[in-house]
T-cell receptor, first 116, second 112 residues
Framework: DAGITQSPRHKVTETGTPVTLRCHQTENHRYMYWYRQDPGHGLRLIHYSYGVKDTDKGEVSDGYSVSRSKTEDFLLTLESATSSQTSVYFC???????????????FGPGTRLTVL | DAKTTQPPSMDCAEGRAANLPCNHSTISGNEYVYWYRQIHSQGPQYIIHGLKNNETNEMASLIITEDRKSSTLILPHATLRDTAVYYCIVRVSTDSWGKFQFGAGTQVVVTP
């Protein structure tokens, strides 16, 4: 499992409340990613990080922010949760280092978030 | 990145080979073909990838046509645990951030 854990695994919250999801890895990988998965849309990239304090937006970043103050933790924050952010959120890490081609990503177990 | 086309679903008998097609007719020379699968409620799992040569590992084989416009993932002896959604993805090798774009994939059901 490449030492990836996500917390919480399940969360129910109300519209307008802030929510933070945590991705934790134990193997010092540089690259980390947050995806969301919804029926009919597959997996979509929200944000990614290529090092401590280095992050960038993915294709569906509106309404989300991220932080990476330590190599092992990548946090995804919904500042004011909306019902459209009800989804399953997956964190991933990239095993290779540097910009080499042919690398692959390993995914965490997911967090199921419900916004009422 | 090039777009891929996969059948939405396919069935396979347990113990038989499962051949999963993927069309990527607009693939460019520096794009790799990746396969991932996702078993229900779990995170996606890497299977295999290749550029132009056929590849094999302990999970599967990847056959890429000579013109690279299509590929086939082969699960040589399907088991019930291989029931999953299989994603074919092409990605530019110079994308140093490693971003992947997942499509709808193929739902594979392995039956006893």
């Amino acid at each position: 499992d490449a030492g990836i854990t996500q917390s919480p695994r399940h969360k129910v919250t109300e519209t307008g409340t802030p929510v933070t999801l945590r991705c934790h890895q134990t193997e010092n990988h540089r690259y980390m990613y947050w995806y969301r998965q919804d029926p009919g849309h597959g997996l979509r990239l929200i944000h990614y990080s290529y090092g401590v304090k280095d992050t960038d937006k993915g294709e569906v970043s509106d309404g989300y922010s991220v932080s990476r103050s330590k190599t092992e933790d990548f946090l995804l924050t919904l500042e004011s949760a909306t019902s459209s952010q009800t989804s399953v959120y997956f964190c991933a890490i990239r095993m290779a280092s540097g910009g080499l081609p042919g690398d692959e990503q390993f995914f965490g177990p997911g967090t199921r978030l419900t916004v009422l | 990145d090039a777009k891929t086309t996969q059948p939405p679903s396919m069935d396979c008998a347990e113990g038989r080979a499962a051949n999963l097609p993927c069309n990527h007719s607009t693939i460019s020379g520096n794009e790799y073909v990746y396969w991932y699968r996702q078993i229900h409620s779990q995170g996606p799992q890497y299977i295999i990838h290749g550029l132009k040569n056929n590849e094999t590992n302990e999970m599967a084989s990847l056959i890429i046509t000579e013109d690279r416009k299509s590929s086939t993932l082969i699960l040589p002896h399907a088991t019930l645990r291989d029931t999953a959604v299989y994603y074919c993805i092409v990605r530019v090798s110079t994308d140093s951030w490693g971003k992947f774009q997942f499509g709808a994939g193929t739902q594979v059901v392995v039956t006893p």
